[in-house]
């Protein structure tokens, strides 16, 4: 009976001493318990589908529970209810590509409020992220665009800007650096009109750019932001027999694209692969989540070093898309 008695004294000694490593172990969340989502602009366009191929990736390799959503169009507030919603689900982290920088602000202070980590894409001036990923360097891009324009049309003449919206941060941001440099480097360069938001629909592309031919008969060029735009530029310039006569460069999905460079109804195109993106921004999310801290110098595998601007990350992998190179990218 004593020994039973002192057998019970040691059980219950070593359980008081073992309990607060088990409680301690439950509480910490291991890599595959984080939940990471991704919200694009708009779900089922060829962009933000291979941008989803490396949020697959990221789910299969670093052992989270990632996913992506969005809204059926770029619409800011369906959005913002995607990201308001995932907030009040309580999830560790949200990477987003802004359709509004501003109207995002809101959501992204009640997610910092509940410790969520906040992260973007083609937003780096965006206020209450933890971190904006690019794949490029900003001005450089903005720039190339129109160093590649007037290689193809001429350092004089009429041409237009095709931007997803209005309101998206990096299209913007591109058309002030290109319209910046263009007044350095090109003054003979006429912009016809304000930016035109439709780089997101192929067919509105399609149209707007049917109404610049009418309006602007000696239209010589068209840069587009937004991957849908530059094709739908180029659908229309074969509709109406000017491939070649009207240059058109701009960002684009490879795959999408080859027919029109091809044709010669674009002349170029400027990108990253978005599947990277989508799979820094999860690589990013874990590694805030684990308690990790991102340094200048340090690798995304498989996609490149980080280099650090304050709290912007920049992964230099901006590519040029020609008509000899298109079938090169597998995507």
């Known amino acids: 009976m004593r020994t039973w008695s002192k057998r019970l004294i040691v059980a219950a000694i070593l359980l008081l001493f073992t309990l607060p ?21 708009i779900t089922g366009i060829p962009w933000f589908n291979r941008l989803e191929e490396g ?12 996913y992506q959503l969005g809204p059926a169009d770029a619409d800011p507030a369906q959005q913002v209810k995607i990201v308001e919603d995932l907030v009040s689900k309580g999830v560790d982290a949200i990477c987003v590509v802004p359709n509004d920088a ?14 969520i980590v906040v992260l973007t894409h083609e937003s780096p001036d965006q206020a209450g992220k ?9 001005v450089e891009f903005g720039r190339h665009h129109w160093d590649k324009l007037v ?51 192929q067919e509105l592309s399609k149209q707007k750019t049917l109404e610049l031919l009418k309006a602007y008969p000696d239209l010589k060029g068209i840069v587009g932001f937004g991957s849908l735009g530059p094709p739908g530029a180029a659908q229309a310039l074969k509709e109406k027999g000017l491939c070649g006569k009207v240059t058109v460069v701009g960002t684009v ?51 490149g070093k980080i280099s650090l601007d304050g709290d912007v990350i920049k992964v230099d992998a901006m590519a040029d898309i020609t008509p000899e190179n298109v079938d090169s990218f597998g995507f």
């Open 151 to 201: 290689e193809f049309m001429g350092d004089t003449g009429q041409y237009a800007i095709f931007v997803g919206s209005l309101t998206v941060p990096l299209h913007n941001l591109w058309a002030d650096e290109g319209l910046e440099w263009a007044k350095q480097k090109y003054p003979g360069l006429e912009l016809v009109t304000k930016r035109i938001p439709c780089g997101e629909d």
């Open 130 to 138: 933890d971190y904006d990923i690019e794949l490029i360097d900003n």
């Open 102 to 115: 501003k109207a995002l602000e809101p959501a992204f202070a009640k997610a910092k409020d509940k410790g």
């Open 55 to 66: 949020v697959k990736q990221a789910n299969s390799d670093l052992g989270v529970n990632a």
């Open 21 to 41: 490593l088990f409680a301690g172990a439950g509480a910490e969340k291991g890599g595959e318990e984080y939940e990471i989502v991704t919200v694009v602009k």
């Open 253 to 303: 999905i490879p795959g999408h694209a080859a027919p029109y460079l091809k044709e010669g109804c674009m002349q170029w195109g400027i990108l990253w692969d978005p599947k990277d993106a989508g799979y820094s921004m999860n690589w990013v999310a874990k590694t805030l989540l684990e308690g990790g801290k991102i340094t200048d110098g340090m690798e995304v595998p498989g996609v």
